[in-house]
């Protein structure tokens, strides 16, 4: 059987706590996978200790950027970097441990089972969020909520962002047209391959809050991508209504 070529893209900005753990582990849980730390020229040092890192267990690439540009861009840096080196599975997870690198296994699985996108979610049965609050957890699952009425896509998770992705189906779309950061880059990906008919499907995990380190997540992004999804809602409706019409 030919080999699936693994890559395991990995943001990071100021993540110098958690960088030697998460690519330990995900070194630990894949090992035959490689890893692109995507560095947004961190003044911790990130970048630094992870080419440190790569020597010590190796296949680890580190991808520097000059300035803070968010985390679609960071992902779009990523694919791009995997495809031109034929990667034929490109994942996402966070460095700071809130995705469990154990999980790893369980979305490639999804992929050899035929699937395009397989999305690590806290929603579907089998997936937590422990220790969340009540509150944070409402916000969660009344954007996500919304965000599947708004799509009509299907998905329990759209915004989670431990995923891997079947390269054939990244390649089908225009990345330079996905403009989104945060929650809105993570629903459009979603969203984008489910309107052009490929599979995507949702593995349950445990999601953990960041034990070190401070959270890149703020109000704007998260208001980005209630105004998208209420866009993309609206717009493809009215396309929808004018091509049944004609």
């Known amino acids: 059987m030919q080999r699936v070529s693994v890559l395991v893209i990995i943001p990071t900005y100021d993540e110098v706590e958690n960088i030697y753990d998460v690519l330990g582990r995900v070194r630990r849980a894949v090992p035959e996978a490689d890893v692109l730390v995507v560095d ?13 890192i790569g020597a010590e267990l190796g296949r680890i690439e580190v991808l520097r950027r000059p300035e803070k540009q968010g985390l679609g861009p960071a992902y ?12 034929d599975v490109l994942v996402e997870m966070d460095a700071d441990l809130s995705h469990d690198p154990d999980s790893l296994p369980d979305l490639l699985s999804a992929l050899d089972d035929g699937a395009d996108l397989a999305i690590g979610s806290r929603y579907v049965p089998g997936g937590s969020v422990p220790g969340w609050p009540r509150h944070r957890l409402l916000i969660s699952r009344l954007g996500n909520a919304y965000a599947s009425f708004c799509l009509n896509a299907g998905l329990r998770d759209a915004t989670a962002g431990f995923r ?6 990244l390649r089908a779309l225009d990345l330079d047209a996905i403009t989104t950061y945060g929650y809105g880059f993570q629903i459009e990906m979603a969203y984008s391959l489910v309107r052009a008919g490929r599979r995507v499907v949702e593995v349950p995990i445990t999601f953990r809050d960041r034990v070190k380190g401070t959270s890149k997540m703020s109000l704007s992004i998260m208001g980005e991508g209630l105004r998208l999804v209420t866009w993309w809602g609206i717009r493809d ?9 004609s």
């Open 40 to 52: 947004d020229n961190s003044p911790d040092g990130t970048a630094e200790w992870a080419e440190a």
């Open 76 to 87: 779009r840096a990523g694919f791009r970097w995997g495809l031109e080196r034929g990667y």
């Open 164 to 169: 891997a992705y079947r390269a054939d189906a």
């Open 237 to 245: 409706r009215v396309l929808h209504r004018r091509r049944a019409r």
